[in-house]
């Protein structure tokens, strides 16, 4: 098989999409490596509305490889990919409230119960994964400590160069995270 361009894989299982020109609104075909061959077990798609750092999921696995594991897969893997592109913040999926196999699916790959309609069977409800949000401040402080003590070694006098590459290092981390996050509100245009 021709992973192409955009094939992401993940163990046995490799997702391709069916229109590497258009991979945002095309479905993606879900193989498994079964007995050394690739078999196609499904699709999974992008497909939909997309608005504000906010994209959809669609997911659909043939009857015959349902309940094993496979949809949780999936849609961790898709979360993955998507979460690499800077501007995707959020994973959203509706789906009937008696759609119990695709709701399960969805909880176990992270996803997380938003709002429904009603409790009437067959009502919508929305789930969704949120991207995680950065910290720069953790690693520039690490930098900072390994670094205060290089520079104090250097200069003979580790307390100063503790204290400045430290205060450095604060300055950069609490820089970088305030900009990844006006970074987001601006995509989303949500405050928080």
């Not at 192409?4 to 993940?10: R, T, V």
């Amino acid at each position: 098989m021709d992973k192409g361009k955009f094939g992401y894989k993940s163990g046995d299982m490799m997702v391709k999409p069916t229109n590497e020109e258009d991979i945002w609104n095309s479905k993606w075909d879900i193989y498994l490596k079964i007995g050394g061959d690739d078999t196609r077990i499904g699709w999974v798609s992008f497909e939909g509305p997309k608005e504000k750092g906010t994209i959809p999921i669609s997911m659909e696995l043939l009857p015959l490889y349902r309940h094993r594991g496979h949809g949780p897969n999936v849609l961790k893997m898709m979360r993955e990919w998507a979460f690499l592109h800077g501007n995707i913040y959020e994973i959203s999926a509706e789906c009937p409230n008696d759609n119990t196999d695709f709701i399960h699916a969805l909880q176990k790959a992270g996803f997380v119960y938003r709002e429904g309609s009603s409790v009437k069977a067959g009502a919508m409800e929305r789930y969704s994964v949120t991207k995680q949000r950065s910290s720069w401040l953790g690693l520039y402080i690490l930098i900072g400590v390994v670094g205060g003590i290089i520079l104090g070694i250097a200069l003979g006098h580790i307390w100063v160069g503790f204290g400045v590459a430290m205060f450095a290092g604060i300055v950069i981390g609490i820089s970088m995270d305030a900009a990844e996050n006006k970074k987001r509100r601006d995509v989303t245009g949500r405050k928080k």
